[in-house]
């Protein structure tokens, strides 16, 4: 069975942190060529380190496969680490289990041929119902997203999908990379497709209902034009309890839509808009990135189509610590959790950037604790139903259940 390791540094120099990260993933994995594969994490903050940080840990395990790529911030050690130059490493053995690397150049495909290509990138190991798919697409390329998305368990076959929004400096395009230090390439996805690990992903949002479930009456790409035949806008002046004279573009950023497809067509319009709370994963969430005030319109990330139904959210503080709680121990037993956040769960929601780190590290009872802060998270719901989130804590169960060694972490600076 393979084993996992993951290892933080926060030094300044490449080679520094590379030697701090090699000495902690071999003291929990073993010799240098004991080291199969490992993928770097690496802060936007730290610009070029991450791949020279690459570059050194190849150097120094010749027998492994390394990628990574540049997030907004990163989880480790109950805190946030963001805004400085932080690398953080996974690393795997060989054995039943090793993760496999998955690397497609986006640039000017379709969403069938990069889903199928997707696919493929694991040519040892055939994606299926069994198996988990970790994903880290370019921040700047979310419209296509929903569309992959789309296709991803047909042409998948079913596998669990958790993954994060890469970015580089100053909200540019991530440093993704695969084989450091090898020229030519760009506009890279990359991620893993780790064999044997269902039902490993769980969900946290954090906002409450604040309107009816309504029907996409008029849209056009990127913008929802009327629900139940009147502008977005008013319905949100209706929910919130605004005014005719109120301006509606301040309650916009704290304001998120649920979007779900069309309503059963047996059951008629409207019969099936109170989706209960008690499937709360059955939707995808999208910030509102625009108001259109001749038409009342809304602009989302993403498109919707006419019929499907969309409800107004809005955060709740503690709402989403109790659900955090809640799916961190429904988690299965693992060595390591890896932990997806919300950049807006931080200040804004709790008060405290490092709240939902210091939650989920407690919770984990004794588990190394990793991850990405990224601005919009993927997750798959209880159906198996690639889902695109924001707003949203992902939480994803790495390893073995029952890991044949002691799995280490280094998470200090």
Known sequence: MSRLAVALEAALDPG????????????????????????????AAAGASGEAVGRALAARWPAAVLLGTSFE???????VWQGEPVVAVLAWTAGPGAPVPIVCEVGGRDPDGLAKEIASAGDQVVPGPHDLVLLFPDALGPPALRPLLDRFSPTFGGPALAGAAASGVEGGAASSWADPGVPGESDLLVGLLIPGAPARIRCAGATRLA?????????????????????????????????DEAPVEPHLDRLLLRLTGPAPAAAGRGAARPLPESEPEAFDELFITGLDPRRGAVGIMGSVARGDRVALALPDASYAREHLRAAVASLPDSPLVFQIACPSRGESLHGDPDIEAAVVADQAAGRPVFGVVAPFQLGSDPSGTARLRVHSTVLVALGSEKPTAKVQSDCSN
Do not use: N
């Open 211 to 243: 309107s009816p479930w309504l029907e996409v009456s008029a849209r056009r790409p990127h913008w929802i034009d009327a629900l139940e035949g009147e502008p977005p806008s008013l319905w949100i002046r209706r929910q919130l309890g605004l005014d």
């Open 16 to 43: 520094t942190a590379a030697r701090g990260l090699a000495a902690a993933i071999e003291a929990a994995l073993g010799e240098p060529d004991a080291i199969a594969g490992a993928f770097v994490f690496a802060t």
């Open 73 to 79: 911030g990163l989880v480790a050690g109950g805190r």
